[in-house]
Structures are given as structure tokens and as C-alpha cells.
């Protein structure tokens, strides 16, 4: 074979196999985005507020970035109507689990666990600050908006 046609088929087998490599990456992302649904986790946006729908009673998760090496974490700061949500536990998760230990500075994700009680509407306040500032004020906060529904 003359060595342009066996270069191009060894670019065409290369792309092939990126594209193929590309494709089960992509269905794992959304496995793993369907698996979080139905775990009822809910990642949390960059902006100020998140409108949220819990559709079982039970556990859910709120699930936003973070970065505590900083100093920084979340604290949950109210929720309008504990009738409707309670407040179970909070902790972190690391973002990459590759190296090891933790590289310093790098983002982590700290995962907030509320029951689901009835439905109703309620939300939740979330502060980012540093916990032994007191007169300090928070340098972000977000409001997530939440409905709790039964499935029908």
C-alpha cells in the first residue's frame, strides 16, 4: 500500500477511536447527571437563587461549590418554614478524587441533606463566610426557592 493511503487510514482509525472515547464519556456524564435526579441532588447554580422541585418526601441533597481551603464554607443560615423541610446534616466532597491528598486550593462541592416533611413551599438560605468573622458579612449567599410535591 502506498504510504499516504496507510497514513490516512491510521488518522481515520485515531479519530474513530477519539470520537468513539468521546461518546462513552458523554453517556457516563449522562448517567451520571440521571443517577443525581433520582438520588434527588440538586446542583446548585453560580447565581444568587435556585428554584427547586422535591417530588417524594424523604431526603433530598443540595449540592453547591465551594472552596474551605480558603477559610470559606456554607452555613445554612434559615429556612422560612421548617414544616415543610428539615435540616438533617451538611459535608464536603471532594471535586477530584485523582490526586491524592487534596491538592490546596482546589474546589470541593459541600453537600447539604434536608427531609422532605410535606408539601408545601418554602426556602432555604445559604451563606458563604468565613465562621470566625462575626461582624463580617457573608461574601455570597443564595436562596434556594423549594416546592415539595407528591407524585401524582
Known sequence: MPAKTVSF?????????????????MNALENEDKNE????????TDGPETHITVKTMGEFFIKIKSNPST????????ITD????????QQ?????????????GAPTYEIFTFKALKPGKTKVFLKYHRPWEKDV???????????IQLLE
Not at 82 to 89: C, G, H, L, Q
Not at 92 to 104: A, H, Q, V, W
Request: net charge positive; no cysteine; proline share 6%.
Open 37 to 44: 435526579k433520582k438520588k434527588n441532588i440538586f446542583m446548585m
Open 137 to 147: 458579612p457573608p461574601i455570597k449567599t443564595h436562596t434556594i426557592h423549594v416546592t
Open 92 to 104: 464536603i466532597e471532594e471535586e477530584e478524587k485523582k490526586s491524592m491528598p487534596p491538592l490546596l
Open 9 to 25: 487510514l491510521w488518522s481515520s482509525f485515531i479519530i474513530f477511536i477519539l470520537l468513539w472515547i468521546g461518546g462513552i464519556n
Open 82 to 89: 421548617e414544616a415543610v423541610v428539615e435540616f438533617k446534616s
Open 71 to 78: 477559610g470559606y464554607s456554607w452555613s445554612l443560615q434559615k
